[in-house]
């Protein structure tokens, strides 16, 4: 069983930058496949980045090209989301979710994680 808490969200302005955690419990936490993902009200849930669970990999939305950045200390059991150049159309919850996916894939699709965080706002004001 894993559990996975957010924090780092908040009010920023457009251009901006905010660096989400994600503190995960589990001593195989090393070993999963990472993920994050955001909602905005009246949308599905989106990918925003991934990480394999080696940490090889990541992958990105084409909107969080160039900007965002995901990241993972496993001896801290945390994973990363550092956004620069957050714009309002970033406003959304975000999400850290986890699946026990061993090696060099990351997964983009919601359904492929097992494990969800609570989530934490972050809301750009333009």
């Known amino acids: 069983q894993v559990q996975l808490v957010e924090s780092g969200g908040g009010l920023v302005q457009a251009g901006d930058s905010l660096r989400l955690s994600c503190a995960a419990s589990?001593?195989?936490?090393?070993?999963?496949?990472m993920g994050w993902f955001r909602q905005a009200p009246g949308k599905e849930r989106e990918l925003v980045a991934a990480i394999s669970g080696n940490g090889d990999n990541t992958g990105y939305a084409d909107s969080a090209k160039g900007r965002f950045t995901i990241s993972r200390d496993t001896g801290k059991n945390t994973v990363y989301l550092l956004m620069n150049s957050l714009k309002p159309e970033d406003t959304a919850v975000y999400f850290c979710a986890a699946t026990p996916f061993r090696g060099s894939v990351f997964y983009r699709e919601v359904y492929e994680y097992d494990y969800w965080g609570q989530g934490t706002q972050v809301t750009v004001s333009s």
């Open positions: 589990g001593r195989t936490f090393g070993s999963y496949a």
